[in-house]
């Protein structure tokens, strides 16, 4: 693993009013009856990466989900591995997972987008992991550079266009570094 970078006041800044905002606004886990953070922050007590989209460090895939990413990487010619790191990102494995911009689901789809993709319940695993595969495959096909494409995935096809590759945003960029850290961990 590469040691995190120093960030800027102005970029920590903005990082930590992004957590505040997550933290704000909690997936409560009624079994409990405590404001837990699950799917905030991983679930399962995982440890905060502040620097990451889908915020657990070192989670495994969980079974029940390989086989099902496995099947839409194959189905839409997507590397079974960076399908994986996407979702780790992304969500954490949370199927549940709503982003406070309303991106739902494994793959933390927009609901327009979504909706082009075919995907009517963002929160059934098998659609969110076809259509975010899907949506992936495209973007791999439109950026050939896999970092364009994961950029991308996060900041839309046209601020990468407009920047001539990964934008210029803190958050896209930390998510670019670390989609491509699980994708060489997932690699092997």
Do not use: C, W
Not at 103 to 123: E, F, R, S
Not at 171 to 180: C, H, K, P
């Amino acid at each position: 693993m590469e040691p995190l970078q120093p960030l800027g006041p102005e970029a920590l800044r903005q990082r930590i009013e992004q957590i505040r905002a997550r933290i704000g606004q909690p997936n409560l886990d009624k079994s409990s009856g405590f404001g837990s953070l699950v799917g905030h922050l991983g679930g399962d007590n995982a440890p905060l990466n502040p620097f990451g989209q889908g915020m657990s460090i070192g989670k495994e895939t969980p079974a029940e989900l390989k086989g099902k990413i496995l099947q839409a990487a194959q189905a839409n010619g997507v590397e079974p591995a960076l399908l994986d790191a996407l979702v780790q990102a992304e969500s954490s494995y949370n199927p549940t997972a709503v982003s406070k911009a309303g991106a739902k689901g494994l793959t933390q789809l927009m609901p327009d987008t979504a909706l082009g993709l075919g995907v009517t319940n963002p929160y059934d695993p098998d659609q969110s992991l076809n259509g975010g595969a899907k949506y992936l495959s495209s973007l791999l096909k439109q950026f050939p550079n896999m970092e364009h494409a994961v950029a991308a995935y996060n900041a839309g096809p046209g601020a990468v266009i407009r920047a001539g590759g990964i934008p210029n945003y803190p958050e896209t960029r930390a998510y670019v570094q670390r989609v491509m850290e699980l994708y060489r961990e997932k690699r092997g």
